[in-house]
């Protein structure tokens, strides 16, 4: 089976500063990680791999840096790491982000069978990536998999989608995007990392590998805009109360009525 | 679709994401804001429904609001199903032209919504949590959380048509069912084929994720403020006469003062409560990520600088176990 | 195109910081109420290769860097002291000089077990009157036959209660006048080989330390590690990796200190304020971060000169010496900015101060140190 797994490098912290020129965050100085949830979907390759012999590729669109998650998903097990990289890429949406994606699958040899997906990432949280390749490539697709089976000639794979726990079976090729709960992702022995990044090969592939036009990629290609990138304006009351115990008390008995938690009537 | 002129596009649509209906409220939500938006536009409000015997929920969008009512009734579409409608959606939205469409952020509505933006090639935003009209340009100004919601990024889709956006349940508030209310009920023909390539073997309703800290609708929470771990345990008779269950923060647990399952925070667990009560709790960011979701937050601390109170909607300066006593009391004498 | 080695070892650092959050931590306190070695977690870090760090792949072992060493000591040894102390020892003290020394046939029968963990190994050097002063020891190696017939003493032997390979250093020619001394590899299942109880220590209490007695120990030529007479060599051999190591092993505990210092100041509020606020406890905060900082750009240069093959014996005394003084002094500055709450076991700072101590004293005292560095500085 040749499964194409696609991540994407997102940063690893919690203190986020905002580039307001770009409209982006600064990334500089901040570490960054394999998405979770990617790492999940790689996981989830490594299993099938073990079960069903094959290859794997690991795929990302990102700067030139992203080429520390692909080494790290090479020490992980991944056999091939492919680069999308090109400034036109920059700025993209996820409509130009599948388009490219897209484009380096096909040209992929052996052709994929299956790709996977995490479903949504830390950073954009749009997950919308995985839906729009299926559709780029117009294959069947499966978001949220909490479980993978390999029948015969087709996946039967398992999601709880809008308080439903439902079973699919999904013909060949498909692409699923991973939840978490998949499974959890092995730690990788410091040997492995060693050889990735001593002898690993990573292939870069930029705009005119993958035949595509500026305007259909990047900041061109893209359909949406982000006019504005801020933090969210405080919505708490902030109300302080200083006084008696008995006050206080009163105030948090009346706040809990007003929130329909105890009854006005019972009178103190 | 790329526009050159964006005139040719009229029109608010609402997808009818009727699954989980009564619970689930987000379409019914979004046809009251889809209204408020059309009416600055001076369009309609179309809600477009797919499945099979559906003409009941055709009467529940128009007695929300619905000025248009978009029926696709058949037996292939009963199953919500992605690449079938996308199919069927995909081409009414190519012969009718609306400007906007809206689905809520359900979890079909995620999975579906972007094929179906990348079928149409436009943009789409997702999870919105504001929606506003920039009435010059007819745009719609899209506002969506990035970084778990540590930030939130205002998005537009200037030059392609429809404009797309996946709403956040809760965000907006339904309008009251109204029987007198009417609307155009239109029967499209589209052309229906069954899928072949995905099929559903199995859909159960969800049991697993029931009960625990995470799913409780009151929380209270003890930090070291409290003194002592006989203190603490005046969370849990607080927590059983509310209906509610009971957090602690890492020094508590450290102190040994009840178990690591009941740790928030940064290390801990998340929750998003209808109400939480945090006594004693100085609010160290490790420990308020853990519940910055809380609707309302209640902080009880002795210290009036106490960084917790910046993120309260109420707090009471003095000292803890007094106040959690004097509630236990008055509580007690209630229920 | 050359990859910037800064990539490998941030990753490198990553993962292993992921693992220690994960298994040590959450272990660390009761290794050390119980003065235990935490045999599981110990397996699952052979497996990722934790005990063959720098050990080339052809004998089963990571193939790392000097400078990718001293990053996952420091982030081992971050997590918890004991552990991160057994590694650096097992790795830069007996492996390496198994590894330099040893025939193509001893390399197979000793250092691949050891890479794969299966084996752990120590360094007897310590005798009740041999410290720093190791050319004073009295473990004798008298010929017999083929063999060689071990006595002695040795105390203080890291890693001595699970070991599997326990290198020996003793005198090879007792009668003579002019000493000399050999190393002898010996398998803690031979016979004649006795470990004693395992001591009661100030800190680093989760690390098996014992003493070892040899008994009439026969051990085949085989076990000689390199030639008769080598020994002092080979004991020299290792100083400068195991400094390298001793010192990122003292980083972690330092910055350890740092971390949990920080986080305290920010959530202890007096006086109406966070102390973080108040201008001494910044003072400590700052002082303690600068040399921490220091301490790691130490070891990076001692480190980087070693996998340059240039001569670093006094850049590596450096850094032991600085670091090991950061972290004792890091611990006590941090248990003072934790005030009551750090002298309770309730916070592991009380745990880092007791842990760092021990990093002045072995594997060349800070005297020793100083007195290495004064004299490299010297013409002959």
């Not at chain 2, 809206?102 to 179906?116: D, H, N, Q, S, Y």
């Amino acid at each position: 089976m040749n499964i194409v797994v696609c991540i994407k490098q997102v940063p690893d912290t919690p203190n986020i500063r905002i580039d307001r020129e770009r409209m982006t965050i600064i990334r500089d100085g901040v570490e960054s990680i394999i998405n979770p949830l990617d790492r999940i979907a790689l996981e989830a390759a490594l299993d099938l791999k073990q079960k069903e012999g094959g290859k794997i590729s690991v795929l990302t669109m990102g700067p030139s840096q992203s080429e520390e998650a692909l080494r790290e998903a090479m020490a992980a097990g991944a056999d091939e790491a492919i680069l999308l990289t090109d400034p036109h890429f920059a700025g993209a949406d996820t409509l130009a982000t599948s388009k490219v994606i897209g484009r380096a699958i096909s040209r992929m040899d052996p052709f994929p069978d299956l790709i996977l997906c995490g479903k949504q990432t830390i950073d954009s949280d749009t997950g919308h990536v995985g839906p729009q390749l299926a559709e780029e490539l117009n294959w069947p697709q499966v978001c949220g998999v909490t479980e993978i089976h390999v029948e015969m000639n087709a996946l039967v794979v398992k999601q709880v989608s809008d308080g439903f726990q439902n079973t699919y079976r999904v013909s060949f090729p498909a692409l699923l995007t991973v939840s978490q709960g998949l499974n959890v992702p092995r730690h990788i022995p410091l040997g492995d990392l060693e050889q990735a990044f001593s002898n690993g090969r990573v292939i870069r592939w930029g705009l005119k590998d993958l035949n595509l036009r500026p305007e259909e990629v990047g900041f061109s290609g893209s359909a949406t805009t982000v006019v504005r990138l801020y933090r969210p304006p405080q919505k708490r009351k902030g109300e302080v109360v200083s006084g008696s115990s008995q006050t206080l008390a009163e105030h948090l008995i009346a706040k809990l009525v007003s929130l329909s938690i105890l009854d006005e009537d019972e009178a103190e | 679709m790329k526009t050159k002129q964006n005139r040719d596009w009229e029109g608010v649509w609402v997808f009818g994401d009727y699954r989980n209906y009564f619970q689930n409220r987000v379409t019914l939500q979004l046809i009251a804001k889809g209204n408020q938006l059309a009416r600055n536009l001076g369009v309609d409000l179309t809600v477009l429904v797919l499945g099979s015997q559906i003409h009941q929920y055709a009467m529940e969008y128009t007695a929300h609001g619905a000025d248009v009512v978009m029926v696709v009734d058949h037996p292939n579409l009963k199953n919500y199903q992605v690449e079938t409608y996308v199919r069927v959606v995909s081409k009414l939205v190519e012969s009718f032209r609306p400007e906007i469409f809206l689905a809520g952020a359900t979890a079909f509505g995620r999975e579906f919504f972007p094929r179906l933006a990348k079928r149409l090639n436009t943009g789409l935003s997702a999870d919105c949590v504001s929606l506003e009209i920039e009435a010059e340009r007819r745009l719609l100004i899209q506002t969506t959380p990035a970084f778990g919601g540590e930030l939130l990024a205002d998005i537009i889709t200037p030059e392609y048509r429809p404009q797309m956006a996946t709403v956040h349940p809760d965000v907006f508030e339904e309008r009251i069912h109204d029987h007198e209310a009417t609307a155009r009920i239109l029967y499209p023909e589209v052309e229906i084929e069954a899928e072949e390539r995905v099929q559903l073997i199995r859909s159960k309703p969800d049991q697993s994720r029931k009960g625990g800290l995470e799913e409780a609708e009151i929380v209270v929470v003890g930090g070291k403020g409290l003194g002592s771990k006989e203190n603490f345990q005046m969370l849990f008779e607080l927590a059983r006469l509310l209906g509610g269950d009971v957090g602690a923060t890492r020094p508590v647990i450290l102190s040994g003062w009840t178990e690591e399952s009941r740790l928030l925070g940064q290390t801990g667990k998340s929750v998003k409560p209808k109400l939480l009560i945090t006594a004693g709790t100085s609010g160290a960011v490790q420990y308020t990520t853990g519940i910055q979701g809380a609707e309302t937050i209640i902080a009880i601390n002795r210290d009036p600088h106490a960084p917790i109170f910046k993120m309260a909607d109420l707090g009471l300066v003095g000292d803890v176990k007094t106040v959690l006593s004097l509630l236990l009391e008055n509580l007690k004498k209630r229920l | 195109m050359v990859l910037d080695p800064k990539m490998k070892q941030a990753v490198i650092r990553r993962t292993v910081r992921k693992f220690a959050e994960e298994k040590l931590v959450p272990a660390a306190a009761e290794m050390d109420a119980k003065a235990e070695f935490p045999v599981r977690v110990a397996e699952e870090m052979a497996a990722l290769q934790y005990f063959g760090l720098e050990i080339p792949a052809a004998y089963a072992g990571a193939g790392l860097d000097c400078v990718c060493y001293a990053i996952v000591i420091e982030e081992i040894s971050k997590a918890s002291g004991a552990m991160g102390l057994c590694i650096s020892v097992h790795n830069s003290v007996s492996a390496f000089p198994v590894y330099e020394f040893g025939k193509e046939s001893q390399r197979q029968a000793f250092l691949i077990p050891m890479a794969k963990g299966e084996k752990i190994g120590t360094f007897c050097l310590t005798e009740p009157n041999a410290g720093s002063d190791a050319s004073s020891i009295e473990t004798t190696a008298v010929r017999d036959g083929d063999g060689f017939i071990l006595n002695g003493s040795k105390i203080f032997v890291t890693n001595g209660g699970v070991s599997g390979l326990n290198l020996i250093f003793a005198i090879t020619n007792p009668s003579e006048k002019g000493r000399e001394y050999s190393v002898f590899v010996v398998e803690s299942e031979r016979e004649g080989f006795e470990k004693g109880a395992q001591e009661d220590l100030m800190g680093m209490r989760g690390n098996p330390v014992c003493p070892i007695v040899l008994n009439d120990c026969r051990v085949p030529r085989e076990n000689l590690l390199g030639d008769e007479g080598q020994g002092m060599r080979i004991a020299l051999s290792t100083l400068d990796g195991g400094r390298i190591g001793i010192g990122s092993q003292a980083l972690g505990i330092g910055q350890a200190c740092l971390e949990a210092s920080i986080k305290y100041a920010q959530e202890r509020y007096q006086f109406g304020k966070r102390i973080a606020d108040f201008g001494a406890i910044q003072g400590f905060l700052a002082d303690m971060a600068t040399r921490i900082e220091a301490a790691r750009l130490l070891i990076f240069r001692a480190s980087s000169l070693r996998d340059r093959n240039m001569p670093h014996s006094r850049e590596s005394a450096m850094a032991k010496l600085f670091a090991s003084e950061t972290a004792v002094d890091a611990a006590r500055i941090g248990l003072q900015i934790h005030g009551g709450y750090g002298y309770s076991k309730a916070y592991p700072i009380e745990r880092y101060y007791r842990d760092a101590k021990v990093c002045e004293i072995y594997e060349g005292t800070s005297e020793v140190q100083r007195i290495v560095i004064a004299r490299s500085l010297m013409n002959k």
